[in-house]
């Protein structure tokens, strides 16, 4: 519901300011005061584009802004949610428009594009008038006027409950069955890399010790030479060698160790240690060269590196991996088999999801042309009243593809005159004719809805009796719901829980649109206009107030 609405430099609107409420609000005022500018503006609001006559003009920034009660809508606060879009139970809907015809939208000052300002606006006001692109002009509104006429919406809860299931289930098994294809289709060559890692069963750490073995047979000679000469260094008798003089020193510096302080005893024994552990080094020296290096196998390390660098390069991985790559392999061959059971798991649960889906959605299309013949009949005899008799409404229900609301296309047809074929309804050249034909499908079809509904020219060449049943359907509409209307019919004025006047005033030689909310007496006086003229008479006073008390 649309509590506040606020115009700025739109047309010939300076400012204005406007406070709605619930039920049946009229708009009155002589012919091309302005009316339609309000009307334009909640186009606007809607995320309609800007048309080139309504740009602002020398440098003048027009801006609309519009305070909306969604506490009913769960809807768009979710889809505000998602956009990070902090609300509580109110929003404040903004369209500023440039003097070059660029506008932006916002909802919470959160700058939104036109998409998101239509997918929110549609679910809180449409609008009826000959030129308008929302109501019953757009039919993907139709579907869903049918259900609420139906109300089925356990039904339908069912049916999008079970569709969101049959999404998650698809998704899941492409998923499985991209997997599946994708190793199937390189599985002759991970099996040639399996069989061929498996034969040379690689080893965690084995390429650097053979790279060792390789370096120590390939320089051998130069190792032998070395260490002898080392050796010899250590246990030679003249001169004498490593182990003889530490041997000498630790004997001349033991005859005198209790002649020494305690600092110095620490530093001899510590050399006692380093003589061992140096005695230690050439027994394993020793140990090492007398071992006899089997040159004949260098040919097989040298082979076994080649091959564990071939492999490497072939999986663009470090030597030292290749045997988490064997296992890697390995496991997708198993991975393989595993989920080609588990598309069969997977198509069989798909399969009777879609059957669950299929059913309720033959469920629902029956109940939809079951309460379609209803409607039909109920807003066909509506049409009379309306000044419609020769119209005929129609439900046309035909299959589509599958959507979270079934398989079923639902489109209003129409024909205004006997003559004429059954059409769609965005086929009507007449606003008056599809106003009211919009109204007589709202008050039939949509008990529930909570959405602000806006008609122009709804009472457009009728009068009397059926002014009088047009606005009886409006207050009845406007019962639980906030109806906007733009009327010349005192009947439906007379109608009007909240009254706007709509009129041009001068000022500085410039003519500006101003609205004021009346009551009592300046109601009276605005409705007896309606009747008799820019003369009011006493007669036409008095035929407002019972019009009014009626």
Request: glycine share 4%; charged share 30%; net charge neutral.
């Amino acid at each position: 519901m649309i509590r506040h609405l606020s115009i700025n430099n739109l047309m010939l609107i300076d400012k204005i300011e406007m406070d709605f409420g619930i039920g049946l609000c009229v708009l009155t005022g002589e012919t091309g005061a302005g009316k339609s500018m309000i009307l334009e503006s909640l186009e606007l609001l809607s995320g309609r584009r800007v048309k080139t006559n309504i740009r602002p003009d020398n440098g003048q920034t027009t801006i609309i802004t519009a305070l909306v009660e969604i506490s009913k809508y769960t809807f768009i606060k979710k889809v505000l949610d998602q956009l990070d879009i902090n609300v509580e139970d109110e929003i404040i809907i903004k369209r500023i428009i440039d003097s070059h015809g660029k506008s932006k939208a916002l909802i919470n000052d959160n700058l939104v594009s036109l998409t998101t300002l239509k997918a929110i606006t549609s679910n809180l006001f449409e609008i009826h008038s000959q030129f308008s692109e929302q109501g019953l002009l757009d039919n993907s509104t139709h579907m869903s006027t049918l259900d609420d006429f139906g109300n089925y919406q356990s039904e339908l809860k069912k049916l999008s409950e079970t569709w969101l299931e049959l999404r998650a289930a698809e998704k899941k098994y492409l998923v499985e069955l991209s997997r599946f294809e994708e190793i199937k289709n390189k599985r002759d060559e991970f099996e040639i890399y399996y069989n061929e890692l498996k034969n040379f069963e690689p080893k965690k750490g084995e390429f650097e010790k053979l790279e060792q073995k390789k370096k120590i047979l390939q320089n051998s000679r130069k190792i032998n030479e070395n260490l002898n000469e080392i050796i010899n260094n250590f246990i030679r008798e003249d001169p004498p060698g490593i182990e003889k003089l530490f041997s000498k020193n630790l004997l001349m510096l033991n005859q005198i160790r209790e002649l020494l302080d305690q600092t110095t005893i620490t530093e001899i024994e510590k050399l006692d240690s380093i003589s061992y552990e140096a005695s230690e080094i050439c027994r394993t020296l020793e140990n090492f060269l007398s071992k006899e290096l089997d040159h004949s196998s260098l040919e097989k390390i040298d082979d076994r590196v080649s091959d564990y660098k071939r492999f490497s390069q072939k999986h663009s991985i470090e030597p030292d991996l290749l045997e988490s790559k064997l296992i890697e392999i390995k496991n997708k061959l198993q991975l393989s088999e595993e989920s080609n059971l588990n598309i069969k798991k997977l198509t069989d649960n798909l399969k009777d999801i879609e059957k669950k889906y299929l059913d309720q959605s033959r469920l629902i299309s029956n109940l939809r042309k079951k309460n379609a013949e209803i409607m039909d009949n109920k807003i066909n005899s509506e049409f009379p009243e309306l000044k419609l008799e020769n119209a005929r409404f129609k439900t046309v229900i035909s299959d589509c593809e599958s959507t979270e609301f079934g398989k079923d296309k639902v489109v209003f047809n129409i024909k205004t005159n006997p003559k004429s074929k059954m059409g769609e309804i965005k086929s009507i050249s007449s606003g008056g004719e599809l106003c009211r034909i919009a109204l007589a499908i709202k008050v039939t079809a949509e008990q529930e809805s909570v959405s602000t509904v806006v008609f122009d020219e709804v009472d457009s060449g009728i009068g009397g009796a059926v002014s009088t049943a047009v606005g009886e359907r409006l207050k009845k509409l406007g019962k639980n719901r906030q109806v906007l209307v733009v009327t010349h019919s005192p009947q439906v004025a007379s109608l009007g829980v909240h009254h706007f006047l709509v009129k041009k005033k001068l000022l500085n030689d410039m003519t500006f649109i101003d609205v004021v909310k009346i009551y009592g007496h300046d109601k009276t006086n605005e409705i007896a206009r309606m009747l008799s003229g820019k003369q009011i008479t006493n007669e036409a006073i008095e035929a407002a107030k019972k019009l009014i008390e009626s």
